[in-house]
């Protein structure tokens, strides 16, 4: 075993972007406990901040406190960052190692070392997980890369974590995310790929299949899968993953491209009718964008008829379907009323609005004015809105044409989903 001084923490910040904490376990944060413990670490603790109070007490014994962040969890995230610090000067310690990773470490780098990480973490944690909490790397950033073949890597410790307080809704099962693959060879202007990168890595059927077998040993009955195109590779090997969850009667569902699935051979193959019979019973489409010039500003690669037929075919397959959209700013009621439009002509089951935010390092983001966007950069991490929680973050982006249509549009939405059956997963 490795020697440990009081083992490590791995910490999940809250999110401002979820409408609701503790709806699935953090996967990131699992998956680094099991790299650790793979490599001899029995002492991991992993601790979902959720709505709870963080005792920093109990974790300065620790050797390490590893952070991971998404750019909606940053600013809590670097919060509890200075009170470690600050604990740390009180009681004269060197330790515990202060690192973070994630999403957010990966598009801003060094750039985060002035909060006081002594580690700042960008790509995979995977490799560099155990050295780094062994201090056998030079303090200030470390380069993760990324993993050349995912299945080497340890299963998630889904055991490191209580499952039970984890529901996707009040009456909903516990559910636990996979990821089948990693990557997103898509290229939207708002967004910002660099931790996967854009060449998909897949996980082989053999270790989704015994992935998912672990799960269901645990209890739990249904998997949410957060690839970001979980059917982008539509033949044998989704085919004899779908064969091998058959069987395992697990509930499931995944995010797609509008692309994937109205793809001639995706169609040809069936891909919808089967993997619907594996289980899957509700499929997510980033739309995004609600006629072609919208789509085309955010580089989604795609037209509106096609984003009408990929609703329609998943509909038709019989699975649950939601539906994301973006509010562009400065487009005011005229584009809120075709948002409503698109929803009101496609009827999906669910539909998430969300208000642009060019991610760090997305096109967008390097770039606003080419797409006639001023806003703050430094502030963007304190940008947000979701649903009740609203628009959060003056970074100057929007104004008050903005505000009007946003409520609008919120207000109609909310309506809408009164008249729409809860989704099952
Ligand atoms: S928004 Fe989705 S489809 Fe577009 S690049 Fe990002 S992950 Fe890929």
Known sequence: MAAEREGVVIIHPPSKMLERERMVPPLGPLQLAAD?????????????????KLDLEPLMEAQAILLSATT???????????AVLQERGKKGLEYPTLAVGGAHATYMGSLLLKDGWDYVCVGEGDLVVTPLVEGRVASGLVLGGQVGDLNTLPMPAYHRIDISQYRRSQEHKPTIPIMTSKGCPHDCSFCSNEVWGRRVRFYKPDYVVGLIK???????EQVVFYDDDALINPGERLQRICKGIEPLDVTWRCNTHVNTIVNPRAQNLGVLEMVRDAGCRHISLGIDGV????????????????????????????SYVKVFLIYIPRRGDIYAQKMIDFVKDTDPDFVQVSVLIPM?????YSHPGEYGLNFRKSEVDRFYYCG???????????????????DYLYRWLSDWRESKPEMPI
Request: aromatic share 4%; net charge negative.
């Open 388 to 406: 009740p929680k609203g628009v959060s973050g003056d970074i100057g982006m929007l104004d008050e044409e903005d505000h009007h249509a946003i």
């Open 72 to 82: 909606p969890q940053y600013l809590e995230a670097r919060e509890i960052c200075r």
């Open 291 to 318: 006629d072609d010039e919208s789509l085309s500003y955010l580089r989604k690669g795609t037209t509106v008829a096609r984003c009408k037929e990929a609703v329609r075919l998943v509909k038709e397959a019989g």
């Open 360 to 364: 760090p390092g997305s096109d967008m």
């Open 214 to 220: 672990k799960i269901t040993q645990l209890g739990v």
């Open 36 to 52: 650790l413990e793979s490599d001899g670490y029995e002492k991991v603790r992993v601790i979902d901040v959720g709505g709870d």
